[in-house]
């Protein structure tokens, strides 16, 4: 079996795994070809390979879905491929394990990619990543206990906010979203940089005031939050601050949280973020085009994992610019029709 090496990571630790199916099987390690670039994609995986796939907080939607990703993709390549999903941070890690080579496939907030490939924000440089698709998009929601006295994101001053994981999208667009609201993120607010697990028992318990959260609809966590304490939080109106947004990064668009999604008594605006799937640029042009398929072939089935996967369509796959897709990747959606 072709082996790349994956780690699993939650919160900051990263735990080193064997490497998957190593007691089952020899073979090399690494999922690019030497002559790759010179290579036909024929999207055919030519040995039994396994994937690691960076994805999210355990009760976030890049986790589910990234599960069920993994679950579809022996099926999908008459068991060639298969795949491992890990708990991260989210966005920002995923991207330097990504390329630190501990995973092979990453989801990311748009933003974030762009900043990856760009060299800026959170990253000194540009980084060797690539896109496999644009999925589905991701809700900014901001949550607030009801007697935290806070009705937009400047009253946040002074009180506890989580902020999200360390090094995840949502701590990148919580920050920013404080300071569109004039607000210094180091000093204005007692940020609590906690995963969603910790921050929704801290809201529970009324240790933490409010959260930010970017995730696709309906989050598991905020479900939770929602159906074991909806009396006693709500969500905040952002919209105001998507001009500022806007000017920071064109990624950053008007969306609505809707009452259905965790039976509230009104839709909420809100600012969306596209999701893309990463990859190395090295990665073997065959396996990025057997993953890119799978995505959309098996949309349903990650449908029923998460109905934000609904949001996952051929007609925005190719919109990933400045971040251009692998080559493996355009492959397989021309092959699929996608415009």
């Not at 390979?49 to 008459?78: C, D, E, F, K």
């Not at 000194?124 to 206990?145: F, G």
Request: net charge neutral.
């Amino acid at each position: 079996m072709r082996r790349i090496d994956v780690r699993v990571a939650a919160g900051l630790s990263v735990l080193a795994l064997v490497t998957a199916g190593a007691a089952g099987c020899g073979g090399q390690q690494g999922g690019a070809a030497k002559d790759d670039a010179a290579s036909e994609v024929t999207c055919e995986v030519g040995q039994e390979t396994r994937v690691g796939i960076a994805t999210g907080n355990a009760t976030g939607v890049y986790y589910v879905v990234g599960n069920a990703l993994a679950g579809q993709l022996s099926g999908a390549t008459g068991g060639k491929l298969s795949g491992t999903a890990a708990e991260t941070g989210a966005s920002v890690q995923n991207v330097e394990q990504l390329v630190g080579g501990q995973y092979d496939v990453a989801f990311s907030l748009f933003d974030t990619a762009v900043n990856a490939v760009q060299g800026k924000g959170s990253f000194t440089a540009p980084q060797p990543v690539e896109a496999l698709a644009r999925i589905y998009d991701n809700y900014t929601q901001v949550v607030v206990r009801n007697d935290s006295g806070i009705n937009s994101v400047a009253d946040m001053r002074g009180k506890r906010i989580s902020t999200g994981s360390p090094k995840s999208g949502t701590e990148v667009i919580a920050n920013r979203l404080l300071e569109a609201a004039g607000l210094d993120p180091a000093k204005d607010v007692r940020a609590q940089r906690l995963d969603l697990t910790k921050t929704v028992e801290g809201v529970k318990d009324g240790s933490i005031d409010g959260f930010f959260w970017s995730g696709g609809l309906p989050t598991g966590g905020l479900t939770d939050l929602f159906t074991t304490a909806g009396d006693r939080v709500k969500f905040v109106d952002i919209a105001a601050l998507l001009p500022k947004m806007t000017e920071l990064s064109p990624a950053y668009q008007a969306g609505t949280i809707g009452r259905d999604a965790y039976r509230t008594a009104a839709d909420t605006p809100t600012i969306v973020v596209p999701n893309v799937l990463l990859v190395r640029k090295d990665l073997d042009a065959n396996v990025a085009c057997a993953i890119t398929r799978t995505v959309f072939d098996k949309r349903d089935a990650l449908a029923q994992a998460n109905p934000a996967a609904k949001g996952i369509s051929l007609d925005t796959a190719r919109k990933t610019e400045p971040v251009p897709l692998h080559r493996g990747a355009d492959k397989a959606l021309k092959d699929l029709g996608a415009n």
